[in-house]
């Protein structure tokens, strides 16, 4: 079956960093561009950072931009988030998202149940 599962998340003060990790399973990995997503309270899903199947390519919220690294691992099936300089504003859930793009985009994609992220002093 499939599955993402994300952990790292948790209460961290503004100014400090996170590693958010994403473990797939169930599928051909390397086939799928993945992201991360966010809600934060009262608010809707949006994206954060994406990154093609190969890890060439990424690409970022505005909000994020300096901040967030997004990253990917084929051979252990894992995709990354490192958050660094956090703010109360980045408080959310955290989402891994994946998309299958090989051999072409036919709109298959899984989400993973999340993990909290609390930016507060």
């Known amino acids: 079956q499939v599955q993402l599962v994300e952990s790292g998340g948790g209460l961290v003060q503004p100014g400090g960093s996170l590693r958010l990790s994403c473990a797939a399973s169930?599928?051909?990995?390397?086939?799928?561009?993945m992201s991360w997503y966010r809600q934060a309270p009262g608010k809707e899903r949006e994206l954060v950072a994406a990154?093609?199947?190969?890890?060439?390519?990424?690409n970022y919220a505005d909000s994020v931009k300096g901040r967030f690294t997004i990253s990917r691992d084929n051979a252990k099936n894992t995709v990354y988030l490192q958050m660094n300089s956090l703010k109360p504003e980045d408080t959310a859930v955290y989402y891994c998202?994946?998309?299958?793009?090989?051999?072409?985009?036919?709109?298959?994609?899984?989400w993973g149940k999340g993990t909290l992220v609390t930016v507060s002093s």
């Open positions: 169930g599928f051909t990995f390397s086939s799928y561009a």
């Open positions: 990154i093609t199947s190969t890890g060439g390519n990424t």
């Open positions: 998202n994946s998309r299958r793009v090989r051999p072409y985009a036919d709109g298959v994609g899984y």
